[in-house]
């Protein structure tokens, strides 16, 4: 019913930027909160970003200030703006979003399939 696909990963090297973009299709009403979420190997996913449909966004500590999470409603989409990038930002970068899908249930959460970031000279 609904899908996010996530685009823009790839290699850059370290100091480096990337946009990440990913898309929510199907049948739904609307879409609350957004974010990224990333897995490294080895490692537990962790939050990178989210935002609301409305007000603040959050970052984990490790990209305040390099990364930049934004939204358009109208197009379903979050982004992630990458800046000075690290080595060890490498991961599998995952879009996140609680979707209603109407209005008589509650939201679901939903995953994107993935986008690998390499960070690396």
């Known amino acids: 019913q609904v899908q996010l696909v996530e685009s823009g990963g790839g290699l850059v090297q370290p100091g480096g930027s990337l946009r990440l973009s990913c898309v929510a299709s199907g049948s739904f009403v609307s879409i609350n909160a957004m974010g990224w979420y990333r897995q490294a190997p080895g490692k537990q996913r962790e939050l990178v970003a989210t935002i609301p449909r409305g007000g603040s966004t959050n970052y984990a500590d490790s990209v305040k200030g390099r990364f930049t999470i934004s939204r358009d409603n109208a197009k379903n989409t979050v982004y992630l703006q990458m800046s000075s990038l690290k080595p060890e930002d490498t991961a599998v970068y995952y879009c996140?979003?609680?979707?209603?899908?109407?209005?008589?249930?509650?939201?679901?959460?939903?995953w994107g399939q993935g986008t690998q970031v390499t960070v690396s000279s």
């Open positions: 996140n979003a609680d979707i209603r899908l109407n209005y008589f249930t509650p939201t679901i959460n939903s």
